[in-house]
């Protein structure tokens, strides 16, 4: 578990992990970043000189439960709203009160502690076993809910339904995030680190086997061309983790575009992360299903 928190420094600390989040293309960008990580800061500068009844998350960085997130983002909404609050202080910025950010950060940083509680205890799990089944993945998911104070109820009415895509969202973005640390936020191909453009590619793809749709083993990190070239089984990887390229992609071998994007690749041999690398057998899955020789 610690080489994978350590990886690449990205997880170095909560906070750091927490903008880490945030930039994720779900999530505010980037220009939200240092606001959502400054309002949480002011957060704790405020309870730490008027406690109210949140005494015991004064330090929101290292609190181990999540049960007074939910008041503490009512009770800054209601102050935001009152001019005299017990909350303004001469020196610090009141705009970030008054005009929704602590109460955005307080929100963006429940929904990440869910998320990281859940991610940690999946990739203990996996480092401990090779494989899960469908009910031990079941009752790893069963242990986290998220309030529905953190579903946006103009996208999501809230419902079975809802709460079920919700979860299998929060489900794709957890496999994202432990893919982007194993792969130190790099595509495992170019070494492109934008996170923007890179995806989560599943070996074995999402709706074809439940067990394996969470399993960090069963995924890679790719830039987009090469995640919807990996997708269609245009490419795909050997034992030795080297790519190979379809007979129908050859097809386009006069072409200048495919000589720079995919000629220029065949053979080579991706990053492999020591840690939770691609399942061999996973691979043998995804070339029956292309053109490979």
């Known amino acids: 578990m610690s080489e994978y928190m350590n990886q690449g420094g990205i997880e170095s600390s909560r906070k750091a992990s927490f903008k880490f989040f945030l930039l994720d293309d779900d999530k505010p960008r980037s220009n939200k970043v240092n606001s959502y990580v400054r309002a949480l800061d002011l957060i704790c500068e405020m309870i730490k000189r008027q406690p109210v009844r949140f005494n015991q998350i ?162 890679l990190y790719l830039s987009a061309t090469y995640d919807a070239a990996f997708d269609k089984h245009l490419i795909s990887l050997d034992d030795d983790y080297r790519v190979i390229l379809s007979a129908e992609l050859k097809e386009f071998n006069t072409q200048d575009s495919f000589k720079k994007h995919f000629l220029s690749i065949e053979g080579m041999r991706i990053f492999v992360p020591k840690m939770m690398p691609p399942d061999k057998d996973y691979l043998a899955v995804h070339r029956k299903l292309g053109s490979f020789k």
């Not at 004064?58 to 939910?70: K, V």
């Not at 970030?96 to 929100?107: E, N, Q, V």
């Not at 859940?118 to 242990?143: G, H, P």
Request: aromatic share 10%; net charge neutral; glycine share 4%.
């Open 58 to 219: 004064q330090d929101l960085w290292s609190i181990t439960s999540t049960e007074q997130l939910e008041p503490l983002h009512q009770f800054l909404i209601q102050e935001s709203r009152n001019e005299s609050s017990i909350w303004m202080f001469e020196d610090l910025p009141a705009s970030y009160l008054r005009d929704g950010f602590c109460s955005a950060a307080i929100k963006q940083y429940h929904k990440f502690l869910i998320e990281k509680s859940f991610e940690d205890r999946l990739v203990s799990a996996y480092i401990e076993k090779k494989e899960l089944d469908s009910s031990e993945l079941a009752l790893l998911e069963s242990d986290y809910t998220l309030p529905r104070y953190l579903i946006d109820a103009g996208q999501f009415p809230i419902g079975t339904e809802t709460l079920q895509l919700v979860k299998q969202r929060t489900n794709q973005s957890v496999f994202r995030n432990i893919l982007r640390k194993n792969y130190r936020n790099c595509c495992c191909i170019t070494g492109l680190n934008i996170s923007a453009v890179n995806r989560a590619s599943h070996i074995i793809g999402w709706a074809k086997d439940p067990a394996k749709r969470l399993d960090p083993r069963n995924g």
